[in-house]
């Protein structure tokens, strides 16, 4: 039994982007059309969803189009461990870098609302204050 050919719009909708994307993906080298119909439309398997599925999931967890390509190429466990690691090492670096801007936020809304009264808002001190403090990014 022949497995069921999707059009461009059909696979974009089982992903749920639009038609443009995947044409951006087909560029990009991630995703390429199982077939050509008669009248040379681009056709599709659920496995090329699969594929689609996976690379929207992968990008939306901060892996870049390169790594994806990467991913997708048949590689032992240590070359993909190697990526995953990669990425949760940046992952743990942007949440520290979050960290420190929560805490300035909150400081600078605690000088606020001390100094609402006073209709003085101290929070551009406090913020520049906070940059000074702050050591450079390497």
């Known amino acids: 039994m022949r497995a069921k050919s999707l059009t461009i719009g059909q696979l974009a909708d089982g992903a749920g982007v639009p038609a443009s994307t995947v044409r951006y993906y087909e560029?990009?080298?991630l995703l390429r059309p199982s077939a050509r119909s008669a009248a040379n439309y681009r056709l599709y398997t659920s496995e090329d969803l699969q594929r689609l599925r996976f690379i929207r999931a992968a990008?939306?967890?901060g892996f870049t189009l390169d790594d994806i390509r990467e991913l997708l190429?048949?590689?032992p466990c240590g070359r993909?461990?190697?990526r995953i690691e990669a990425r949760l090492g940046d992952v743990e670096n942007r949440?520290?870098?979050?960290?420190?801007?929560?805490?300035?936020l909150a400081a600078a809304l605690a000088v606020c609302r001390q100094h609402e009264a006073s209709g003085r808002c101290g929070v551009l001190d406090?913020?520049?204050a906070?940059?000074?403090?702050?050591?450079?990014?390497?």
């Open 27 to 29: 560029r990009a080298g």
């Open 59 to 61: 990008q939306a967890t």
């Open 73 to 75: 190429r048949p590689a």
């Open 80 to 82: 993909v461990q190697a």
């Open 95 to 104: 949440i520290h870098e979050l960290q420190h801007v929560r805490r300035v």
């Open 126 to 128: 406090s913020i520049s």
């Open 130 to 138: 906070s940059a000074r403090r702050r050591p450079a990014r390497k």
